[in-house]
């Protein structure tokens, strides 16, 4: 198939979409499909040469206006262009297909307020975000992505966020698949994970036996690093006697205040602020296990990366990537991330030996199980389903039938 994939900047460094996003264009390649990606900018490297780049212009003085005017001129430039299904992902609205790898707006925004436990507190917060112009951008792009009159086909990246788009955007479930994210195992494999893990903790001053869960994220205050910070700190005032857990934090979030948090908290010789981890695989690889108290997440692709490198996870169920995992087996999803009595209890889960590395094979299987071939695979039949329907909608149509409808398809691969 022809393929147009649209995203304004390609850059694996900047976090999870534009990690997915490069992986795809990389896999839908392999498949033997034609790629052309529509974006401002592309991380040299992060894109196979089989792909076609094709510079849209995001002209602006602030970032508000560099979105807006990318997603006007992707608009334009996509209409002039001829591709059998068009792919958009995030902030732009021309799309045959939409893969909303950010979830819904509303969604996300009343999840953020829930970090406040004081009503007052959020109904303020709520009325700040409302207030800003970048929410009404958001807002006013979604509208756009989800109008009636685009008969959008979405996938949903997990059943959380599809029922969010049929609250909040009305769009009929028929409309709506669901296909979980998806990694690529290989990028994150390693020689000898033994030598890795020996490296990486000499530098960082842990001994082999000392017992280290990661977190990763940019967004501190929404991946709940605070709720993680305040159980470990009640965990350890409860017991001096229990067996200390030692946290990497990783990720390019504004670290001073949750320094000073773990500090207060008696943290001090156990958290460990990483900044942003350019080799986050040896943290991977050097971990014993995966926390990340998520208040908001569509389908988190570190849970999945943490799954594939061995390691449990302690995530919420605000995770659509929670939805993969058994509790209990793969590690243990919270009901929510201020559920404080749970993450103590799944921290404590981890402390124990034997019951971590079986969890730990399960993770393993699970996670080489998120592979991209069966992800492209399913998403080929969504794209083959609306290229179909673009043929049906032709003026000619009525002399197509199905056989040649089929060849034109096949014509176009």
């Not at 393929?3 to 264009?25: I, K, M, W």
């Not at 894109?47 to 510079?55: A, F, H, I, K």
């Not at 001053?205 to 690093?225: C, I, M, S, W, Y």
């Not at 209990?328 to 929510?336: K, P």
Request: proline letters at 6%.
């Amino acid at each position: 198939m022809h393929l147009a994939l649209n995203f304004q900047r390609v850059d694996p460094s900047r976090g999870g979409a534009e990690t997915y996003v490069a992986d795809l264009c990389r896999h839908l390649v392999q498949a033997g499909h034609k790629v052309d990606l529509y974006a401002e900018s592309w991380a040299e490297g992060c894109l196979p040469e089989e792909v076609n780049v094709v510079p849209v212009a995001a002209p602006g003085r602030s970032r508000m206006e560099r979105i807006r005017s990318f997603a006007v001129n992707s608009e334009e430039v996509l209409r002039q262009a001829h591709h059998d299904c068009s792919v958009g992902f995030v902030n732009t609205f021309a799309h045959d297909v939409l893969i909303p790898q950010g979830g819904v707006q509303q969604a996300s925004l009343l999840a953020n307020a829930r970090r406040f436990s004081s009503p007052l507190a959020r109904q303020l917060y709520l009325a700040a975000k409302t207030a800003n112009p970048k929410h009404w951008l958001g807002r006013s792009i979604e509208r756009k992505q989800y109008h009636p009159d685009r008969h959008p086909r979405v996938v949903a990246v997990s059943t959380m966020v599809k029922r969010h788009i049929e609250q909040f955007h009305h769009v009929p479930r028929q409309q709506i698949n669901v296909v979980p994210n998806a990694i690529d195992p290989q990028r994150l494999a390693v020689s000898h994970p033994g030598a890795v893990r020996c490296a990486f903790r000499n530098r960082m001053g842990l001994e082999p036996r000392d017992l280290t869960g990661l977190f990763v994220g940019h967004n501190f205050a929404l991946k709940g690093l605070k709720p993680l910070l305040e159980a470990l700190g009640a965990r350890r005032q409860r017991n001096r006697n229990v067996r200390p857990v030692h946290l990497l934090v990783c990720g390019n979030g504004q670290i001073g205040p949750f320094r000073r948090l773990s500090n207060r908290l008696g943290l001090r010789d156990t958290v460990h602020f990483l900044g942003f981890y350019p080799d986050v695989e040896s943290c991977y690889w050097s971990s014993d296990f995966f926390v990340q108290p998520t208040y908001y997440d569509p389908c988190s692709l570190v849970v999945l990366e943490a799954l594939a490198c061995c390691l449990p996870v302690i995530t919420t169920a605000q995770n659509g990537a929670s939805e993969l995992l058994t509790d209990g087996d793969e590690g243990f999803v919270l009901t929510a991330p201020d559920a404080r009595e749970e993450l103590i209890a799944a921290l404590d889960h981890m402390t124990d030996d034997p019951t971590r590395r079986a969890m730990s094979a399960q993770a393993f299987r699970l996670g080489q199980l998120q592979s991209f071939e069966a992800h492209v695979a399913r998403l080929t039949g969504i794209f083959e389903d609306v290229a179909a329907s673009k043929v049906r909608r032709l003026p000619h149509s009525r002399k197509i039938g199905p056989k040649s409808a089929a060849s034109h398809l096949e014509r176009s691969k």
